[in-house]
Antibody
């Protein structure tokens, strides 16, 4: 399993950016996939998840501005980000989300190396 | 929203045992997962479902969860264990994931 993020960069406030996560060794359509971000010097913050059935969920901080999706190739997950703000500046990690065997369980067992998004004038 | 509270830092001498706590309301009713993150690297899962270890993670890493506190225990601490550690839970009613604020483990 390998995950490689791309699409990060410098963007002005109010702008849009699309991140991509290329997966090898498995189909993203058959797995739960998630985005997690980390602002400079800060902790981990969950952003979004897409389940194998296609349902999507978002953190309150990005709901209505970010959209997670998969493409028909079954190898790529995207994060479309709009109305970007300075506080969205972070490294964005793509990860596989595993429902595990226990009750009420979802954890991230494979991570990419991340792509940096900087929102600044 | 659900809040997970971790101590900002924990220090331990090599060879000793480090315990990192993660507090949350009735966290014992949830499955807790732990990640290790070294500087400049992506997080790595070290414990899932309270106390299970992924393949490749040393037995020195273990977890427990009861009441309002989950704990990651690292025995026979080594210099290479120095890192930030994060706890994480998922709420199946809201489909929201929560991370703790992270604990920096320093090996003296």
């Amino acid at each position: 399993v390998q995950l490689v993020e791309s699409g990060g960069g410098l963007i002005q406030p109010g702008g849009s950016l699309r991140l991509s996560c290329g997966a090898s060794g498995f189909s993203v359509n058959s797995n739960y996939m998630s985005w997690v971000r980390q602002a400079p010097g800060k902790g981990l913050e969950w952003v979004s998840v897409i389940y194998s059935g296609g349902s999507t969920y978002y953190a309150e901080a990005v709901r209505g501005r970010f959209t997670i999706s998969r493409d028909n190739s079954e190898t790529t997950v995207h994060l479309q980000m709009t109305s970007l703000r300075a506080e969205d500046t972070a490294i964005y990690y793509c990860a596989t989300a595993n429902p595990g065997d226990a009750y009420n369980s979802l954890f991230f067992d494979n991570w990419g190396q991340g792509t940096l998004v900087t929102v600044s004038p | 929203s659900y809040v997970l509270t971790q101590p900002p830092s924990v220090s331990v001498a090599p060879g000793q045992t480090a315990r990192i706590t993660c507090g949350g309301n009735n966290i014992g009713t949830k499955s807790v997962h732990w990640y290790q993150q070294k500087p400049g690297q992506a997080p790595v899962l070290v414990v899932y479902d309270d106390s299970d270890r992924p393949s490749g993670i040393p037995e020195r890493f273990s977890g427990s969860n009861s009441g309002n506190t989950a704990t990651l225990t690292i025995t026979r601490v080594e210099a290479g264990d120095e890192a930030d550690y994060y706890c994480q839970v998922w709420d199946d009613r809201s489909d929201i994931v929560t991370f703790g604020g992270g604990t920096k483990l320093t090996v003296l």
